[in-house]
């Protein structure tokens, strides 16, 4: 049974909307900080978002303003609403729990992730 399965990328021209949904275990989603992550081809995976248990949020500056990340506890589900998409923004998306002692660590093994294109 897989850990993390996210779901919701797709194709979309710049200036676009998408909805992108993660579904944890509840042994990564626990009370543990979620966060989405992108990767380039040939490139290093990064961070995107982050939100803690209690709902409290952090972004990096590239994503400041267009990108909203939640969370329902209860459904062991986190969303990364994304809005005014650029081409840049184009990468695979994943979703992770944040090791509780080292942030620079994941909980569970990657998911498959959910494509987002963005065209110009």
């Known amino acids: 049974q897989a850990q993390l399965v996210e779901s919701g990328g797709g194709s979309v021209h710049a200036g676009g909307s998408l909805r992108l949904s993660c579904v944890a275990s509840?042994?990564?989603?626990?009370?543990?900080?979620m966060a989405w992550y992108r990767q380039v081809a040939g490139k290093v995976r990064e961070l995107v978002a982050s939100i803690t248990s209690g709902g409290s949020t952090d972004y990096v500056d590239f994503v400041k303003g267009r990108f909203t990340i939640s969370r329902d506890n209860a459904k062991n589900t986190v969303w990364l609403q994304m809005t005014s998409l650029k081409p840049d923004d184009t990468a695979v998306y994943y979703c992770?729990?944040?090791?509780?002692?080292?942030?620079?660590?994941?909980?569970?093994?990657w998911g498959q992730g959910t494509q987002v294109t963005v065209s110009s």
């Open positions: 992770n729990a944040v090791h509780p002692q080292i942030s620079t660590y994941v909980v569970g093994s």
């Open positions: 509840r042994r990564i989603f626990r009370d543990n900080t």
